[in-house]
């Protein structure tokens, strides 16, 4: 657990470095938004240990929305027919018919990749605002329950805090188990049959 002084100190060392660290940050948030190679918990430790819990929760929030829509625009206007064969056809109908909705799901569900989410996004019709807006409401509440985690901050009050956190991101969880997933699989059942047939 890094402790109050050892964050001072680390904040006092790289004080005339901000916009070296900034872009450095940005590049590792890109990276996880594009590949996911990087747990998001790991970024938003290392902006909270060097600007704070509240600046670097919101750069964490801000770098996170940034990197996400760059994604989406390079995967709609590089990728979108190549990859469009690896996304479920259940989620593009998802993301056709409840966009704004579904992209918010996805990003309440702990366990689902950044990185699937703007991949699904770009190769489907969904509105850039619509996946922006979604994008930035679901990382908001996301990236805050993450950002108490990395901080520590586990005092009674807050403690309430992040157990109420845990249960809202119970629900979208247990509605994609009990209502997308199982579809994800029958769809991908059926296309096996027709393949074999």
Do not use: C
Request: glycine share 8%.
């Amino acid at each position: 657990m890094i402790k109050t002084g050892d964050i001072d100190r680390i904040q006092t060392v790289f004080k005339e470095d901000i916009p070296a660290i900034l872009v450095l940050t940005f590049i590792l948030m890109l990276f996880q938004n594009l590949f996911t190679l990087i747990p998001i918990v790991g970024i938003i430790v290392i902006n909270i240990a060097l600007f704070g819990f509240g600046i670097g929760y919101i750069w964490s929030v801000v770098a996170s929305i940034a990197a996400g829509i760059m994604s989406f625009i390079f995967y709609r206007y590089w990728f979108q027919s190549i990859l469009t064969k690896k996304v479920p056809p259940i989620y593009l109908q998802r993301l056709e018919h409840k966009g704004f909705w579904f992209v918010l799901l996805l990003r309440m569900i702990p366990f689902i990749p950044s990185s699937i989410i703007n991949l699904a996004g770009g190769v489907s019709s969904i509105r850039l605002l619509s996946f922006s807006f979604a994008t930035l409401i679901g990382n908001s509440v996301y990236i805050l329950l993450l950002s108490f985690v990395a901080n520590g901050l586990m005092t009674a009050r807050i403690e309430g805090y992040i157990l109420v956190a845990l249960v809202l991101a119970l629900i979208p969880s247990y509605y994609y188990f009990k209502n997308v997933k199982p579809k994800v699989h029958y769809v991908e059942h059926q296309k096996k049959k027709v393949g074999e047939g």
